[in-house]
């Protein structure tokens, strides 16, 4: 079954950077579309970016000019950059996939079946 693994989170300050990759096992459905999404505590969930089979991407505005979303082909991994880290970034951050090309209207458009457990971002 698919499973998604992510991991790099961790505690930074204000002004830093951190990369979160996600591992996709057995996710080998084609075309394909990816995802980023963060929950603040007390906040609903939030789509940050989300990326299709061709290599469109799609960025929440929380994430324009600072995030940026890559699909690692070779590792099977789903990466994002974050540079210029913010308190209100604090958030667990999960990687989501699903069979289908992306609903490009918005992330949260798009139904994603697969979700990783998350991980910690925490920005001080």
């Known amino acids: 079954q698919v499973q998604l693994v992510e991991s790099g989170g961790g505690s930074v300050q204000a002004g830093g950077s951190l990369t979160l990759s996600c591992a996709a096992y057995k996710f080998t459905y084609s075309p394909w579309c990816m995802a980023w999404f963060r929950q603040a505590p007390g906040k609903e969930r939030e789509g940050v970016a989300q990326?299709?089979?061709?290599?469109?991407?799609l960025y929440a505005d929380i994430a324009k000019e600072r995030f940026t979303i890559s699909k690692d082909h070779s590792k099977n991994t789903l990466d994002l950059q974050m540079t210029s880290l913010r308190p209100e970034d604090t958030a667990q951050f999960y990687c989501a996939a699903a069979a289908g090309d992306c609903d490009w209207r918005a992330i949260f458009r798009m139904h994603f079946p697969y979700w990783g457990q998350g991980t910690q971002v925490t920005v001080s």
């Open positions: 990326i299709g089979t061709f290599g469109n991407i």
